[in-house]
Each structure stands twice: as structure tokens, then as C-alpha cells.
């Protein structure tokens, strides 16, 4: 029981609603395939950077590539937390291409991020396309692996066979599968799939273990953990 002889006026009290929202953060696989479906992974990001948990829009979508196609408009709903991952998504002309996420109703809200495409056609493999990512690595982690079976005119060879090897001139560097085998229409990310030991600007080769003279390089930066 209180003090009923305490008197005092309550005045409209205003709840925010929180920080607006500001972004579409958009990530795309860094290598993609022409006319092969892909997914994209889009998070609500608010004004102080924060994930937008309670977004609850519709979210459509466009390409730099005339020929992409698309899926349905996306819905978040709140158990998404302001995060999805959206399938469906196809480029079909080669270089580099944008995807653009866009509020179906607040046009002000958006985010976009880069792929670079590459076609089919090639009969065999004459080298592989090699890149490592996140750069610079840090020593000690983990870090993928894109590979491209690549032949005449950097056209993919989508019914590459054959096992390849991972070397470098890094000392002490690991491997998480060496040889590796398994593409999927000339292309593979494999993720964890090296861990650097030393710092420094290294190479990484990749080479086909039937013949080795079939190789593909990518530079690698290291710094300490």
C-alpha cells in the first residue's frame, strides 16, 4: 500500500520505435556460372549498423545483367531477425554484374553487391582460376578456396574431371583437402581449405594431378593472429 496523499499528473509517454532502418547488407557468391541458379544472403542493417531484427517488408530485386531473372518478391517476417537467405537467382551474360535489393515500398532502402559471371563452353581445361577470401588472411584461420576449370577463351569447362593439388610457396601452410575432386560444372569453393602459418606475400597453386603443367595461382597476403 502507498502514499495516497502523493498526488502528480501522468503526461502521454512515447515509446520509439528504435532506430530506422538504413540498409540492405548483400552478400553473393564471388564466382557464379551462367544460367546456374545461386542464393544471396540479405541482412536489414538499421542507422547505427545494427541488424534491423523486427523488419518486416517486402524486398524486390535487379541486375547490371539485362538477362537476370529473378525470384518473387521476398517477404521477411519476424522470425527471419532481419536475415535470409533468398534462392532462385540466375545471371546470364559474363563479367561483372550487381544484384540490387530494394524495399518493394520504401525505394530509399537498399543495398547491392558484385559477382563476376563466367560462361560455359569449353571443351577441355587448359588452367584453373584461383582465389583465396577474405584478403589480407590471417594466420592461423581458416580460409575458402574458389576454383575454375578453365579453358580456350577463360570459358568454363562445366564437365571437368580430375583430381587437383595445392601447393604454395607459404611455409608451414595446411590444407584442409589435398587432392580435391569434387566440381560441379567446372567450378568449386571449398571452404576451410587453407590455413596459413607464416606472414608475409605468398603464392598458392593449384594443378591438375594428372599434369601438373594445368595449374592456376593466386596471391595471398598474410598477416599475424
Known amino acids: 500500500v502507498g502514499n495516497t496523499n502523493i498526488k502528480g499528473r501522468l503526461d502521454e509517454i512515447v515509446v520509439g520505435s528504435g532506430p530506422e532502418m538504413a540498409s540492405f547488407g548483400v552478400a ?20 547505427i549498423g545494427n541488424v534491423a531484427t523486427g523488419y518486416a517488408g517486402t524486398v524486390i530485386f535487379s541486375s547490371s545483367d539485362p538477362g537476370a531473372t529473378f525470384p518473387s518478391p521476398f517477404t ?34 537498399w543495398g547491392d553487391a558484385d559477382t563476376t559471371v563466367y560462361m560455359g563452353g569449353a571443351t577441355n581445361t587448359t588452367h584453373f582460376f584461383v582465389s583465396v577470401s577474405p584478403q589480407p588472411l590471417i594466420s592461423n ?10 579453358g580456350d577463351g577463360e570459358l568454363v569447362n562445366t564437365n571437368h574431371a580430375g583430381n587437383v593439388l595445392f601447393s604454395s610457396t607459404a611455409p608451414g601452410i595446411s590444407y584442409g583437402i589435398n587432392p580435391f575432386g569434387a566440381f560441379s560444372n567446372g567450378m568449386a569453393l571449398i ?15 593449384v594443378a591438375l594431378q594428372s599434369d601438373t603443367n594445368i595449374f592456376g595461382e593466386a596471391d595471398i597476403f598474410v598477416v599475424g593472429g
Not at 535470409?84 to 525505394?107: H, Y
Not at 571452404?191 to 597453386?205: E, H, K
Open 28 to 47: 553473393l557468391p564471388e564466382l557464379v556460372l551462367a544460367g546456374q541458379d545461386f542464393s544471396i544472403d540479405v541482412t536489414v542493417v538499421d542507422s
Open 76 to 109: 521477411f517476417t519476424t522470425n527471419d531477425q532481419g536475415q535470409a537467405t533468398v534462392t532462385g537467382f540466375r545471371l546470364a551474360n559474363g563479367g561483372g554484374r550487381e544484384i540490387k535489393v530494394t524495399d518493394q515500398i520504401n525505394t530509399n532502402l
Open 141 to 150: 584461420l581458416w580460409y575458402d578456396v574458389n576454383i575454375l576449370a578453365l
Open 191 to 205: 571452404t576451410n581449405q587453407v590455413q596459413p602459418s607464416a606472414s608475409g606475400d605468398f603464392l598458392l597453386r
